[in-house]
Nanobody
Framework: QVQLVESGGGQVQAGGSLRLSCVES????????MGWFRQAPGKDREFVGA????????EYAASVKGRFTVSRDKRKNTVYLEMNNLKPEDTAVYFC???????????????WGQGTQVTVSS
């Protein structure tokens, strides 16, 4: 059974940085495309970024481009979300998810982690 486990969330002041990790377990074979999404209270889940199987193609939401970086270490079955220059509007629960193809649509992702809270104070 595939499991995705996020970690690294926390509370930080505006302008600070955090690095989220997502570890995949429970399967072997070709790595999935991995995406990061976030959901703030009272809002829909939104796309943050995604990385393809090799790590050579990345996509980002306009709101985080230039501040956030997605990367992966295939040897560790781990995907990272490096978040810099954080803003209060980045406050949300952050989820990692797995898909067959890179996409901004959450419906394309079939495995999800439990989420990790990121809180940015002004």
């Amino acid at each position: 059974q595939v499991q995705l486990v996020e970690s690294g969330g926390g509370q930080v002041q505006a302008g600070g940085s955090l690095r989220l990790s997502c570890v995949e377990s429970g399967r072997t074979g070709s790595p999935y495309v991995m995406g990061w999404f976030r959901q703030a209270p009272g809002k829909d889940r939104e796309f943050v970024g995604a990385i393809n199987r090799s790590g050579g193609i990345k996509e980002y939401a306009a709101s985080v481009k230039g501040r956030f970086t997605v990367s992966r270490d295939k040897r560790k079955n781990t995907v990272y979300l490096e978040m810099n220059n954080l803003k209060p509007e980045d406050t949300a629960v952050y989820f990692c998810a797995a898909a067959e193809f890179i996409s901004r649509d959450s419906r394309e992702y079939f495995y999800w982690g439990q989420g990790t809270q990121v809180t940015v104070s002004s």
